[in-house]
């Protein structure tokens, strides 16, 4: 499989509408109500949910997509630079990913019978009071604050090439 020089369109354009769509599910998931026993599920929830969704739906089709189009790495960079960029990347499909489907598997446990954007249903992935779902769906919470994490590490990343290194990293994830 030929490797292009640089991320093209569909690449921008998956990355900038994700990084969107994360700033607001996570503003959604602080500024709703906590969660009870026996809670419905309202709508701020089903709002985040029908975000998470999207965000899933939006990262498999990049993760596809991205399978079919590899990308060269910066020559410039280092070797250490290009093996833990490559490395942090990976690691943020599988949080993004690891992050939505364990707040899936937390609905299914709590019973929840969810839908996208309060139109179309969506299937539990486990039965109500599952003791499986209710582990996976533990695990939401630390992968959110995971996923902050490596986010932070990657965009001081990003700065770093553009304040200390001075390279055009930053530019080929840039519109144009
Ligand atoms: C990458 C996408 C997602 C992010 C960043 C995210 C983030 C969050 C945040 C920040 C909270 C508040 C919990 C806290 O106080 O820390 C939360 C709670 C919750 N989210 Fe998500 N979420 C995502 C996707 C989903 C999806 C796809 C679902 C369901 C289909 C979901 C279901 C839930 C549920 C049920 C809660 C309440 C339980 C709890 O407090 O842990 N989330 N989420
Ligand atoms: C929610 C936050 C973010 C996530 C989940 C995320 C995720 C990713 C992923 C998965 C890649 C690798 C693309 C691939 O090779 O398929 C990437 C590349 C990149 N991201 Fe982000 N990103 C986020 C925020 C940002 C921000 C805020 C910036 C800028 C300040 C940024 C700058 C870049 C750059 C420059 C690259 C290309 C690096 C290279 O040349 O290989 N990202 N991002």
């Given at each position: ?113 969810i839908?996208l954007?309060?139109?179309?249903p969506l299937r ?53």
């Open positions: 499989m030929t490797q292009q020089a640089g991320y093209g369109t569909t690449a921008k354009a998956f990355h900038w509408t994700i990084v969107l769509l994360l700033i607001v599910q996570y503003l959604i998931g602080w500024l709703m109500p906590d969660i009870h026993r026996d809670m419905k599920p309202g709508d701020a929830m089903t709002l985040h949910i029908s975000v998470g969704i999207t965000i899933l739906s939006l990262m498999t089709a990049r993760l596809i997509w991205r399978l079919g189009h590899p990308v060269l790495p910066e020559r410039s960079l280092p070797d250490w630079q290009r093996v833990t960029s490559e490395g942090v990347h990976w690691l943020l499909y599988a949080l993004v990913l690891g992050t939505t489907m364990t707040g899936w598997y937390f609905a299914s446990f709590r019973g929840w019978s839908s954007f309060f139109a179309v539990m992935l486990a039965a109500e009071g599952s003791q499986t779902a209710r582990s996976i769906g533990h695990l939401h919470q630390l992968l959110e604050w995971a996923l902050l994490v490596v986010v932070g590490i990657h965009v001081a990343a990003a700065i770093a090439h553009v304040v200390i290194y001075r390279d055009k990293i930053l530019q080929r994830m840039l519109p144009g």
